[in-house]
């Protein structure tokens, strides 16, 4: 079936546009994750949703970083204001729950490239 | 806090030749989960591997096996007879109920199997 689909898979922006990445979960997940790989970094969490709400967004980097999710389906992370430290890949994984029992099945992420 | 370590920022090793990957982690909870990804030049992240905290014992997947040793918190991962498609980025993770299911990535381990 399909699996976690990102788009675009590549996204250059000037200083201070702002930017929507997008994030097609495996159908009947009903956990969908946000994470971001910034070069010579590891991975690092951005916010995690349950069905259509975000319980947990302790890892936006700042109030310029925002996601929503409707339809307990697609979701969008919304950079605004983009910055030169922004550039990174953005990786989006969906689970079936959320819980120790369900892998995270990730999409092949977003480049972002701020300049 | 948690925290994941891979010590080996990059491994080199020819066709055949067997080689383990390392990772320490720290947690100070009782039940948890370990993760090995895999991420191919493809960029998508590949689930290997899910263990839990009270399960010890070693596993051995085809030419995959993995040394979970809570004395020491690690999780070793090793690849026999390595092959030039065993070439990504692998990444060990940790996930605990207190950290609400997020999961903390080491910064990973470059693998490159020459032919």
């Known amino acids: 079936g399909a699996g976690v689909s990102q788009s675009p898979s590549n996204k250059v922006t000037e200083k201070g546009k702002d930017v929507e990445l997008r994030c097609d979960p495996i159908s009947g997940h009903t956990a969908l994750y946000w994470y971001r790989q910034s070069l010579g970094q590891g991975l690092e969490f951005l916010i995690y949703f349950q069905g259509n709400s975000a319980p947990d967004k302790s890892g936006l980097p700042s109030d310029r970083f925002s996601a929503e999710r409707t339809g307990g389906s697609v979701s969008t992370l919304t950079i605004q204001r983009t910055q030169q430290e922004d550039s990174a890949v953005y990786l989006c994984?969906?689970?079936?729950?959320?819980?120790?029992?369900?892998?995270?099945?990730f999409g092949n992420g977003t480049r972002l490239t701020v300049t | 806090a948690q925290k994941v370590t891979q010590a080996q920022t990059e491994i080199s090793v020819v066709e055949k030749e067997d080689v383990t990957l390392d990772c320490v982690y720290e947690t100070r909870d009782t039940t948890y989960y370990l993760f090995w990804y895999k991420q191919p030049p493809s960029g998508e992240l590949v689930f290997l591997i899910r263990r839990n905290s009270f399960d010890e014992q070693n596993e051995i997947s085809g030419r995959y096996s993995w040394n979970f040793q809570k004395s020491t918190s690690s999780f070793n991962f090793t690849i026999t007879a390595s092959q030039v498609v065993d070439s990504a980025v692998y990444f060990c993770a940790l996930e605990s109920n207190n950290a609400g299911n997020m999961l903390t990535f080491g910064g990973g381990t470059r693998l490159m199997v020459k032919p």
């Open positions: 994984a969906s689970s079936f729950v959320r819980g120790y029992n369900s892998p995270l099945h």
